[in-house]
């Protein structure tokens, strides 16, 4: 589901590029590292600099950036031509992901799964295109926060079957995932976290709250 007026505004805007270059990108390096020489995918890369903070601070060698919106992607394309090829950006739906299977190092999320009615698919759908050992970078938007009336009011997403940080963890343990460290933010309306693709979806080991 793309993203209403309201919601455009509020991300893409000073306030919310300070917040994703200084407070999410600094917190999911904490958690999960960084890509040094990687091939990367961002899911839902929106206007862009997610896919530049995947390049410049995480250290990827190359990112393939998709979104559902075609201006998203356009606008991603003008902000990101001085990268030349290690960008490709192209329209995608995150419930089914143009990519082989073990296409990547490392899967990027920055909150875009909240927006998909059948999100499971999409969690399926990143355990598919990681190997063995990758890394899939999330920071997600709880049913706590869109259940809040100023959520509900003013910014259009799914409203059925949305999932708390911990039923998006156990989402992907069932998917092929550990999560040994993941976090909620803001009063519970974020999860932040980073999952490592296991050899074989379900032998997941337990998570333990970071
Ligand atoms: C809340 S915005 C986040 C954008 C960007 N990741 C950021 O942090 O600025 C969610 C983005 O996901 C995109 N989106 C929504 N549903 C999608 C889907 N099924 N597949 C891919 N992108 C999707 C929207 O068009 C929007 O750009």
Same mark, same amino acid.
């Given at each position: 589901m793309i993203l209403n007026s309201v919601e455009n505004?509020? !991300?893409?805007?000073? &306030? /919310?590029?300070?917040?994703?270059l200084h407070y999410e990108a600094p917190l999911l390096e904490?958690?999960?590292g960084r890509v040094e020489g990687g091939r990367v995918l961002e899911m839902g890369c929106g206007r862009g600099l997610g896919t530049e903070i995947i390049l410049s601070r995480?250290? *990827? *060698?190359?990112? %393939?950036?998709f %979104?559902? %919106?075609?201006? !998203?992607?356009e /606008?991603?394309?003008r902000r990101l031509a001085r990268f030349g090829n290690r960008v490709r950006i192209f329209q995608g739906d995150a419930s089914r992901i143009a990519a082989d *299977?073990?296409?990547? %190092?490392a899967v990027f999320d920055f909150g875009? &799964?909240?927006?998909v009615p059948e999100w499971q698919e999409a969690v399926r759908e990143v355990s598919r295109v990681l190997r063995p050992g990758g890394r899939f970078f999330f920071e997600e938007v709880t049913r706590h926060a869109l259940e809040r009336w100023t959520y509900r009011r003013f910014l259009d997403h799914p409203s059925d079957d949305r999932f708390s940080g911990a039923q998006f963890?156990?989402?992907?343990e069932r998917s092929g995932f550990r999560v040994p460290r993941w976090t909620e933010r803001f009063f519970g309306d974020f999860a932040f976290g980073v999952g490592f693709r296991t050899a074989q979806p379900g032998s997941s080991a337990a998570c333990a709250h970071a």
């Open positions: 505004v509020l !991300m893409n805007n000073p &306030i /919310r590029a300070a917040l994703q904490q958690l999960g995480f250290g *990827a *060698a190359h990112v %393939d950036a %979104d559902l %919106d075609s201006d !998203m992607v /606008r991603t394309r *299977a073990s296409s990547y %190092d875009i &799964i909240h927006h963890v156990a989402e992907l």
